[in-house]
Nanobody, 127 residues
Framework: QVQLVESGGGLVQAGGSLRLSCAAS????????MGWFRQAPGKEREFVAAISRGGSRTYYADTVKGRFTISRDNAKNTVALQMNSLKPEDTADYYCAANPRAYPTVVYSNAAAYGSWGQGTQVTVSS
């Protein structure tokens, strides 16, 4: 399993941008499909975005489609989430996750598919 550490969260005004990064340890990063999830206070964790092992396929929740972009760099063992046009409803703790049993070009939106999780990074969007 890979170990995951998120960074890049913070406070931003509505309409602004943030870039989250997730650094993975281990030699098997490129074998993992990756995903971003978020959890707002008092709400359940929800899917945000996913990317396949090689990065050829991505998938987004409808709530972030067109505003967020997921990407990965397998040479650097990192996955990023570029968040633009942020809204107050994007306020949440954001988590990256890794699925080591992923098929090469498949993306996963179900949290149960992921075996490793980071500790989360907080994003607050003020109105």
């Amino acid at each position: 399993q890979v170990q995951l550490v998120e960074s890049g969260g913070g406070l931003v005004q509505a309409g602004g941008s943030l870039r989250l990064s997730c650094a993975a340890s281990g030699r098997t990063f490129s074998s993992n499909a990756m995903g971003w999830f978020r959890q707002a206070p008092g709400k359940e964790r929800e899917f945000v975005a996913a990317i396949s092992r090689g990065g050829s396929r991505t998938y987004y929740a409808d709530t972030v489609k067109g505003r967020f972009t997921i990407s990965r760099d397998n040479a650097k063992n990192t996955v990023a989430l570029q968040m633009n046009s942020l809204k107050p409803e994007d306020t949440a703790d954001y988590y990256c996750a890794a699925n080591p049993r992923a098929y090469p070009t498949v993306v996963y939106s179900n949290a149960a598919a992921y075996g490793s999780w980071g500790q989360g990074t907080q994003v607050t969007v003020s109105s």
